[in-house]
Nanobody
């Protein structure tokens, strides 16, 4: 069974930083592209960042370009999201997902999700 467990969320001030982690198990992690999404209250889950299996390519939503960095460590079955210059509008539950094909920015193209980690940014 595939498990994805996110961690690293918390309360941050605007302009601050957080580093989210996602631990994966039950899959050959290095075979899969991975992504981060987020969901704010009353909103749909939205794309944040995507990384290919070999770290060669990354993609970001416009909202996070220049502020967020996705990375992975295949030896540790981990994917990370470094978030800098946080804004109150970044407040959401952040999820990592295992990509299964199609367009990288559509949450329907991710097969598994973790339970999420809450990020709250105060102004």
């Amino acid at each position: 069974q595939v498990w994805l467990v996110e961690s690293g969320g918390g309360l941050a001030q605007a302009g601050g930083s957080l580093r989210l982690s996602c631990a994966a198990s039950g899959l050959i992690f290095s075979n899969y592209h991975m992504g981060w999404f987020r969901q704010a209250p009353g909103k749909e889950r939205e794309f944040v960042a995507h990384i290919t299996w070999n770290n060669e390519r990354t993609y970001y939503a416009d909202s996070g370009k220049g502020r967020f960095t996705i990375s992975r460590d295949n030896a540790k079955n981990m994917v990370y999201l470094q978030m800098n210059s946080l804004k109150p509008e970044d407040t959401a539950v952040y999820y990592c997902g295992r990509f299964r094909g199609g367009t990288y920015y559509a949450n329907s193209n991710y097969a598994y999700w973790g339970q999420g980690t809450q990020v709250t940014v105060s102004s």
